[in-house]
């Protein structure tokens, strides 16, 4: 049994930068460390930061003053910083810098008058973040139905940004309506290339092998996409950890490709391949 894995799998850029410089700061800070929100969508990695000390809070209420708070990858609204500043608490902030160009983009035009479009979903971690930098006015907007049900103006000007994680083609689809209706428009196209281009890479390798394997978390949207794709072509198994495998399932097989989600991390995914190969 041999198993080929994607070409890209797994962590993107900006999750492994943020899981590395969060863990540097709870091996220095144990005691009095927080995330705010949960660091990463993979119960696993959440329990391995916590058995080091890591506290996860949802509020920035819950955090004493002069500890220390993580900012994850999706980034947070302004106001949390300025909390922060307030009540004596060490930012670590980790989020994607791909984030926070959006978040200046939308800070600087909103400043200067326009409003703020995003392109995205209203309760992605991400999208609140980036509407708290525009005092929570942003438009929202998530498909081509939401233009029928929201007020714009032509006599305004308008600033569009999208969701680092959206789907391309939806993304074009809503500039080309929006230009049909608004004369002073900006539009920003800040989709990263990571979610698609993982999604290439497993359809790629889905053509090529005899079934595959997803590892990722069942409330991982990018992995439960990824699960799709793959099923278009090869029986495939979507798993968290290697437990969830069983040899009578594989037996059939002799070339098994493996994908991950964007939020698992590289140790699990080792863990399949040595438990793959070892049948
Ligand atoms: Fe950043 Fe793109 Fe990942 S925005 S967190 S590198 S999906």
Redesign the pocket.
């Known amino acids: 049994m041999k198993v080929k894995i994607a070409k890209n799998a797994g962590f ?4 492994k930068r943020a899981m590395k410089m969060a863990w540097d700061e709870v091996e220095q800070h144990s005691d009095n460390i927080y995330a705010l929100g949960p660091i990463i969508h993979n119960k696993q990695a959440v329990s391995k930061y916590e058995e080091k000390g890591l506290k996860t809070v949802e509020e920035i209420e819950n955090i004493p003053s002069q500890n220390h708070m993580i900012i994850r ?1 999706h980034g947070v609204s302004e106001e949390i910083y300025t909390t922060a500043k307030n009540k004596d608490i060490n930012v670590v902030d980790t989020t ?1 810098p ?2 926070k160009k959006i978040h200046y983009i939308v800070r600087d035009n909103y400043n200067q008058g326009y409003n703020i479009i995003v392109i995205g979903d209203k309760n992605h971690p991400e999208v609140i973040g980036i509407n708290g930098w525009c005092n929570n006015s942003a438009i929202i907007i998530k498909n081509i139905e939401d233009l029928n049900s929201i007020e714009l103006d032509s006599s305004y000007k308008y600033c569009v940004v999208a969701q ?2 959206i789907n391309l083609d939806l993304y074009k689809n809503i500039v080309e309506q929006l230009s049909l209706k608004l004369n002073d428009i900006i539009f920003n196209n800040t989709i ?1 290339s ?2 698609k281009v993982r999604q290439e890479a497993a359809k790629e390798l889905s053509n090529e092998v005899d079934c595959m394997i997803v590892v990722g978390g069942k409330h991982s949207s990018n992995t439960q996409k990824l699960v799709q794709i793959c099923k278009e072509y090869v029986p495939t198994f979507a798993i968290e950890t290697c437990d969830e495998l069983a040899i009578e399932d594989l037996k059939s097989y002799s070339l098994i490709g493996l994908t991950a989600g ?1 939020s698992t991390p590289d140790w699990i995914i080792k863990e399949v391949i040595d438990f793959v190969e070892s049948l």
């Open positions: 993107c850029f900006g999750v990858s994607c791909f984030v680092t994680t990263c990571a979610t964007a």
